[in-house]
């Protein structure tokens, strides 16, 4: 497919002004060049952009298993409550859109009724993002309490690869604790790591295995008598919201993948929102401004404690509409329905898969589960890689692969809640069928997709060698 520059005609515009009649304007500071804007007629411009959207796939074209991050179908209500003027034409400096402010404070109190924390902040524009805010809290805590020998983070290697990350770039140590054989907290493990420069743990739940731990409790509280804090990932909420409280778990703070449980749509680059959820003790370091309420009329107020700024303004406001439009769509009901049903999702698929590949950690999962293909590959080849790629050509988005990295030749499934028991007996049937071409052929499998419009682009040079930029012949 051409680019829009190659499709550039000079002269070419897709608007006609009309004759100049005012006097013409000399600017003192121009640019020497013009810019080399592709030059265009609308009839272009669309027939490219419809051209993109069809070779792209998204969760309006089929089933998107991408583990780890969601991709459930996003009701098209809550874009609609989005885009009231109510909401887009306004400012965030404005102090009189009370509608919006009394949103924001509801939809504040629900996440913090879901998640059992006191507060809530709506600033952080991803789950990354999210994390770093609330390592910030714990980092002040321990600051302003003379705790300064408390530098280090434990992270399970079960953990989110945002999670060491996010507390390398907060500063801190990160202490990595392997997992046990059932692929929950080793215990054992844990209590060896934490002591006197323990800051705090950072908690992946469900994991990235999709298992719920069941020593939850036992962790933090091995935490919190070693004078550390307990932050619990909640990008993967989907699995116990409204079902389990990450609060009376233990936890201090936690963060939210508005754009995974709560309905924006995302993969393309945002906009997201990660929204930082603590307990009352930690509120007063919270970012920039709070929502207050003095006689029925709420306004931002400063904290004085505050960590500062960590994003203009207040955050992606129209996400939280969207998250809001939603909850109140599913009612107290419908969240922990919506729970359940990902997680029943999750269990039917793995039961439909489990007698034909190999289940990474047998038994019930939470949202997701992970499939190994170590053994397979070492007895036909067929990697993990060419399974994903040969699903594209039943219709399917791949699998995330190669994570967990604690799992070999991984595939990571997340059906999510909004999949009919139909297309999860198709997605089965792809599988199944794919396992069958892995006996009689599996050299066939290995230039996978075969039907898609881009075929299996070569990686290490993508990733040696990216062209991210377009160069002119001229
Ligand atoms: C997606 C995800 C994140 C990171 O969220 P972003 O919005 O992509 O920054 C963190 N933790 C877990 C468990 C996730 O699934």
């Not at 030059?39 to 411009?45: A, H, R, V, Y």
């Not at 997701?368 to 219709?395: C, I, P």
Request: hydrophobic share 35%.
């Amino acid at each position: 497919m051409k680019t829009l520059f190659e499709r550039s005609v000079k002269g070419r515009r897709c608007t006609i002004l009309p004759e100049n009649d005012v006097p013409v304007y000399e600017f003192a500071e121009t640019r020497a060049v013009a810019p080399r804007l592709p030059e265009l007629s609308e009839t272009d411009i669309s027939r490219h952009y419809t051209k993109l959207a069809q070779h792209t796939f998204g969760v309006n074209n089929g089933f998107y298993p991408l583990g780890s991050c969601t991709m459930k179908y996003n009701p098209k209500i809550n874009e609609e409550a989005a885009a009231l003027e109510g909401f887009t034409q306004i400012h965030p400096t404005q102090q009189d859109a009370q509608g919006s402010l009394r949103l924001l404070k509801t939809a504040e109190k629900y996440l913090c009724e879901i998640t059992g924390m006191d507060e809530m902040t709506f600033t952080p524009a991803a789950g990354a993002h999210g994390e770093l805010t609330g390592l910030m809290l714990i980092k002040k805590y321990h600051e302003v309490n003379g705790h300064t020998q408390r530098v280090k983070i434990i992270v399970p290697d079960s953990a989110h690869g945002t999670n060491p990350a996010s507390s390398s770039m907060c500063g801190f140590t990160v202490v990595n604790i392997p997992s046990s054989e059932d692929g929950c907290v080793d215990l054992d493990e844990l209590r060896k790591a934490v002591g006197e420069d323990t800051a705090g743990l950072m908690l992946t739940n469900p994991n990235t295995l999709g298992i719920f731990d069941k020593n939850i409790k036992q962790i933090t509280d091995i935490v919190h008598e070693a004078g550390g804090l307990c932050y619990y990932d909640g990008a993967n909420l989907n699995a116990v919201m409204g079902i389990a409280r990450p609060g009376d778990m233990g936890f201090d703070c936690i963060h939210l993948n508005l754009h995974k449980s709560f309905s924006t749509p995302h993969g393309g680059g945002g906009p997201g929102s990660g929204p930082v959820g603590c307990k009352s003790f930690l509120a007063e370091f919270l970012p920039s401004q709070r929502i207050v309420e003095e006689a029925g009329t709420l306004k931002w107020e400063d904290r004085k404690d505050s960590i500062g700024m960590v994003r203009s303004f207040h955050g992606n406001f129209l996400v939280v509409v969207k998250a809001f439009a939603y909850l109140v769509t599913l009612g107290k009901q419908g969240v922990p329905e919506t729970a359940k049903n990902a997680v029943l999702n999750a269990n039917y698929l793995k039961h439909l898969l489990e007698d034909t590949y190999e289940v990474a950690k047998p038994g019930i999962c939470m949202h997701e589960f992970v499939l190994t293909l170590e053994n397979l590959k070492k007895e036909t080849g067929v990697s993990a890689m060419d399974v994903a790629k040969a699903l594209q050509d039943y219709g399917i988005h791949p699998p995330t692969m190669y994570f967990p990295l604690n799992v070999h030749e991984a595939l990571m499934l997340e059906p999510t809640e909004t999949e009919s028991k139909e297309t999860l007996d198709e997605a089965a049937a792809a599988f199944l069928d794919i396992y069958k071409t892995i006996q009689e052929n599996p050299e066939s499998l290995h230039d996978t997709p075969h039907h898609s419009y881009i075929k299996r682009p070569d990686e290490v040079t993508a990733a040696r060698h990216p062209v991210l930029r377009y160069r002119f012949d001229d």
